[in-house]
């Protein structure tokens, strides 16, 4: 299955493509990700290895395997990487092609994606329409993870010098915010999370058919007990 993404990063398209040379880096800003080793072919060309926790519901997969750097054209700003992987419990396989190529946008970079995506098992029984919506999902959380990266490791610019007059006080420290929840110790690709939106999006008369129905059910049975 063929699927196609498009998205812009604040930083020049030299600074963007340095970037997506680092696996490990790219790895932290998707979700259940994880690289355990990086290294090279013969050729030179980076490889690396590592595992992807995925949830679908009840059902807990975790995917090994490895990939490389295929084809790499730094003037051309495109690199093709092929990856392929196996659940540990022998639930289904995953295996992709993907294509990136970028292109300055004035002081940003374009960046277009084109994954070849072959999957067997659980989450194989979706659709390419629905894996589309999904993945755009996935991607957006993805992009604000590599913004807030690339953003923190661009140089600050330089503050424009203030007469003294015009100089605010100096403001008493701030007591720091109290502390919110803590978040759950779980960094799993949740794609039934991911799904359930787009689900109810594409079947939504029939979601929220089966809806009532299972608050009907579980009204009749509360009845039945207090009897």
């Known amino acids: 299955m063929d ?3 498009s998205f812009t990063v604040p930083t020049p398209v030299g600074a963007t493509w340095s970037s997506f040379q ?16 990086v290294g090279e072919t013969d050729e030179g060309a980076p490889t690396f290895e590592g595992t992807c926790k995925v949830k679908l519901g009840p059902i807990a997969l975790v995917y090994a395997g490895s990939g490389a750097f295929v084809e790499r054209d730094e003037s051309a700003h495109r690199f093709l990487v092929e990856a392929k992987g196996r659940d540990k419990r022998g639930n289904g396989t995953a295996g992709a092609k993907v294509t990136v190529s970028m292109q300055a946008a004035g002081d940003a970079t374009q960046v277009d994606v084109h994954t070849d995506l072959a999957i067997t098992g659980k989450p194989a029984q979706f659709g390419r329409g629905v894996m589309q919506d999904v993945s755009d999902k996935l991607l957006g959380q993805f992009v604000a993870c590599l ?5 923190a490791a661009a140089p600050p610019p330089e503050p424009e010098p203030a007469d003294e007059a015009d100089a605010a006080p100096a403001q008493a420290p701030q007591p720091p915010p109290a502390a919110g ?19 109810l999006k594409t079947y939504g008369r029939q ?5 009532l129905g299972l608050v009907g059910v579980w009204v009749l049975i509360r009845r039945l007990r207090r009897r």
Do not use: R, W
């Open 207 to 211: 979601a929220a058919v089966a809806l």
């Open 3 to 5: 699927l196609t993404h």
């Open 181 to 199: 929840p803590t978040p759950p110790d779980d960094d799993a690709l949740d794609l039934g999370a991911a799904m359930l939106p787009v689900l």
């Open 147 to 151: 913004e807030q990266k690339l953003s």
């Open 22 to 37: 680092d696996i490990g880096e790219l790895a932290e800003c998707f979700p259940g990700a994880q690289v355990t080793s």
